[in-house]
């Protein structure tokens, strides 16, 4: 099955309003499968970005992590959260929004 995702954006908290180089890394079975640009301008964390993905079963399991690209290179990318979801999930929730 053949499927298209948007990453719109990512509430978070005050303490977050300069924080720039924020991005969504999407993740399938422990494989990077997208990954939306960076954010450039603080405290604005938001893509639009859309991205066609495929799975082979309704329980393939997405998950979603927002990052912060670390300005110290050798620590790699910061996780500053994360959700799981099935692809059944996915579709249920695209089907109650479009009757909204």
């Not at 927002?66 to 579709?91: C, I, P």
């Amino acid at each position: 099955m053949i499927f298209e995702v948007t990453v719109v954006k990512a509430e978070l908290p005050a303490l977050a309003n300069d924080w720039t180089k924020c991005f969504v890394l999407i993740v399938v079975d422990g494989n990077d499968v997208a990954k939306t640009k960076s954010t450039k301008k603080p405290g604005v964390f938001e893509w639009q970005e859309h991205f066609v993905l495929a799975s082979e079963t309704d329980e393939t399991v997405y998950r979603f992590e927002l990052r912060r690209k670390s300005t110290v290179s050798f620590l790699g990318n910061q996780l500053l959260a994360s959700t799981e979801t099935s692809l059944s999930e996915l579709l249920l929730r695209a089907q109650k929004a479009s009757r909204e």
